[in-house]
């Protein structure tokens, strides 16, 4: 099934050939891991290592392997594209967890430590919202805070605590993203920057809440939406989680949100728009469009209603439904069409790089989207996504008035 349906995971099983005895393990198609069996798996790949180096070789043969036998599950059938996108995020978050501390015991040997001082990781996009695929990058801030009276670090090489956070979140990308013998673990996405995109890569707390609260732009608030507190100390997580929903919770003047949300989708169709239905992401009526729904209505709508707020896209429409501030019918197809939108991307990014033309697909694909799609056939489904991608336009203009 994995040679005759993606080509993408054969590439994968062909140069990694110990995933071949997790393949045909029947276990494999058991139960999802749990997040203390993550931790165990990686924490006991990671103490195997040798030298630095080797850190990192470990932390992409552990990664490249889990995530492989999460398609796995996807391709048989075991789990859904909801439960699929857990299970990506959820070994992301670990691999972080388990990498910053790996960063945060270098820094220490080299500078020390700042009195007071702690870093949080900050998730946004795919990651944050638990929407992953096999080939999604990370979205990721890093916020941190330290002693007042704190000048610098107090190791041998001391730094002051502004370029020891820096020299903190550089390293962590690179942990994440740097090639070595045994590939890359993720890209990286830096652009979300705690204090707009040309501000430093991290932050101070305080730095992040003046910031949001009067320079940020409606579309950094709307990505702060799907923003999750993944790794760090969990009492400076607290206040960074505090600080993220003071700003998601402010009054808005609808008509100014919806004004900007409309602005920022026309900039994205004149640069990347396409008329493809299989381009998932930025036809018209697409993930973009749901998701801009989702973070509109949510911004517009959370200071008088916080319990709307939620990461994932999914969530956030149940609960905009259930406060009565979305139509059950508009809030049953905008579910309907995040959910088909959802399984059908699964399953191309799990099989294939690149963009999808039905014409040259495997035919084992085709059925396998088609099934992902809940249709006969893949005739059907293509019939299917181009009315669900057309109602969705629709109310994209319609809610967003």
Known sequence: DIMGTAPRLARIL??????LDAVIDPRTLAARPSARELDEVIAAELSLATDAQDVLDRARVVGS????????????????????????????????????????????????RIPGGGAVVVAMGKLGGREMTASSDLDLIVVYDFDPKAIQSDGPKPL??????????QRLISHLSAPTAEGTLYEVDMRLRPSGQKG?????????????????WTWEHMALTRA??????????????????????????????ARD???????????????NIWSLKQVRGGLVDLEFVAQYLQLIHAAEHPEVLDQTTLAAFRKLAAAGLLPPADADDLIQATR?????????????????????????????????????????????LRETLAGVAVQFGRLIG
């Open 14 to 19: 062909s140069r990694r050939r110990r995933l």
């Open 65 to 112: 392997e889990q995530a492989f036998l999460i398609g796995v599950k996807v391709l048989s059938g075991t789990i859904n594209a909801s439960e699929a996108g857990e299970a990506y995020a959820l070994l992301a978050e670990k691999l972080i967890a388990a990498l910053a501390v790996d960063v945060e015991q270098e820094l220490e040997r080299a500078h020390g």
């Open 160 to 169: 002051a605590p502004s370029q020891y956070y820096a020299r903190y979140t």
């Open 200 to 216: 430093p890569v991290a932050a101070q707390l305080s730095t992040f809440r003046e910031y949001q609260a009067k320079e940020a």
């Open 228 to 257: 999750r507190v993944i790794a760090g100390p969990p009492d400076l997580a607290g206040k960074v989680e505090e600080a993220i929903r003071d700003t998601l919770v402010r009054r808005r003047e609808s008509a100014a949100i």
């Open 261 to 275: 949300v409309k602005d920022m989708r026309e900039r994205i169709a004149k640069e990347k728009g396409t008329d």
């Open 340 to 384: 088909l939108v959802h399984n059908l991307t699964q399953v191309l990014r799990l099989c294939i790089e690149g963009d999808f033309d039905p014409s040259t697909a495997p035919s084992g694909l085709r059925v396998l989207l088609a099934r992902a799609g809940d249709a006969p056939d893949f005739a059907s489904l293509e019939g299917h």
